[in-house]
């Protein structure tokens, strides 16, 4: 149930922050994602990645990674890097942005394959999915589409992961499938997170904020 719920009630989580606090002084999300870029890709090598490897053929995981990474850079071309954080908005946009829908509604949906078999990457998705819910409902809000535009891209994209673990539940698919399209996720996961370690500091700088986030975020998907 938790591989259904969480990933709903993190975008929640993040939608309300935002109605919350819309105006006060914008959110410092830099050290929230170091630590979920950490968190995520630590869970990944941690449990996912291993899972992969003990059940397909060494070479063939490699050509399904590789595949993810340069899935995930396909999509972010169409999404500007929404997924990690990258996204800026444009005052003379007004048209429902497709490509934006689109691509992070590919991405949920591929991520939410691999959480009705590992606890510790539902968490990982979880705490990742906040501040790119706030960052997307900003640029939603600030945006001039229509209410109920803003709320159908929120409810689709909120429903997108829970749809991605029920495919995996339900769906007749073979174990070879299923642990390939996991394997593509690991590529996803890979390079979002390590994307999200270089850019959530100014000039691509590490500080000790960061650092001290990074290693928290490690030791804890360790431990958990």
Excluded at 13 to 22: C, M
């Amino acid at each position: 149930m938790i591989s259904f719920l969480g990933p709903i009630l993190a975008v929640v989580f993040g939608v309300t922050i935002v109605l919350l606090y819309r105006k006060s002084k914008p959110l410092n999300l830099k050290l929230f994602l170091a630590f979920s870029g950490a968190f995520l890709l630590s869970t990944t090598i941690f449990e996912l990645l291993p899972q992969v490897y003990s059940h397909l053929e060494t070479k063939r995981i490699g050509v399904f990674i590789m595949g993810g990474i340069l899935l995930q850079i396909l999509l972010e071309f169409y999404s500007k890097g929404a997924e990690h954080g990258h996204l800026h908005h444009d005052d003379s946009k007004d048209r429902f942005p497709w490509f934006l829908f689109i691509s992070l509604g590919i991405h949920a949906f591929f991520e939410g394959f691999p959480l009705k078999d590992h606890h510790t990457i539902i968490i990982g998705v979880i705490i990742h999915k906040i501040p790119i819910a706030i960052l997307i409902t900003t640029f939603l809000l600030k945006s001039k589409l229509p209410k109920f535009q803003v709320v159908l891209f929120l409810i689709v994209f909120t429903l997108m992961t829970p749809l991605g673990s029920l495919a995996a539940e339900y769906l007749s698919i073979s174990p070879n499938v299923f642990y390939s399209v996991n394997a593509v996720v690991v590529g996803m996961f890979f390079h979002i997170s390590t994307i999200i370690l270089f850019e959530s500091s100014e000039g691509h700088h590490f500080n000790l904020n960061k650092i001290l986030m990074i290693i928290s975020a490690v030791v804890l998907a360790y431990f958990i």
